[in-house]
């Protein structure tokens, strides 16, 4: 799986930034796909996902301020970031979770993360 992430940048409060991640994953059938992010000296944390089914997941720091869709047919997941924060300061990563087969073992995959900055 290879992922290509762009979006990220310097943004003061309450402005936004998209982000996307354009992933190509060979015969995998996805799980789900989103966004993580981490911050200086904390662990990763999950931000948004879609599921199989095309429904969708939030930290309850991103509800209501964030939105994750993505285009099948490009193979590319957004991530509109609305209303941002300081406490939104992060490496964001794109994650993939899927299986090689019906019954295979799950497997994750990381992006190799873009930085967005929230300036007071």
């Known amino acids: 799986v290879l992922f290509v992430e762009s979006g990220g940048g310097s943004v003061q409060a309450g402005g936004s930034l998209p982000l996307s991640c354009t992933f190509s994953k ?12 981490q911050a200086p000296g904390q662990a990763r944390e999950f931000v948004a996902a879609i599921n199989s089914d095309s429904t969708t997941q939030y930290s309850d720091s991103a509800k209501g301020r964030f939105a994750i869709s993505r285009d099948y047919a490009k193979n590319i997941v957004y991530l509109q970031m609305n209303n941002l924060n300081l406490e939104d300061t992060a490496v964001y990563y794109c994650h993939l979770s899927g299986r090689m087969t019906m019954r295979g073992v799950l497997e994750e995959f990381w992006g190799q993360g873009t930085q967005v900055t929230v300036s007071a």
Not at 26 to 37: H, K, P, Q, S
């Open 26 to 37: 060979g015969a995998l059938m996805i799980e789900a796909i989103g966004w993580f992010r």
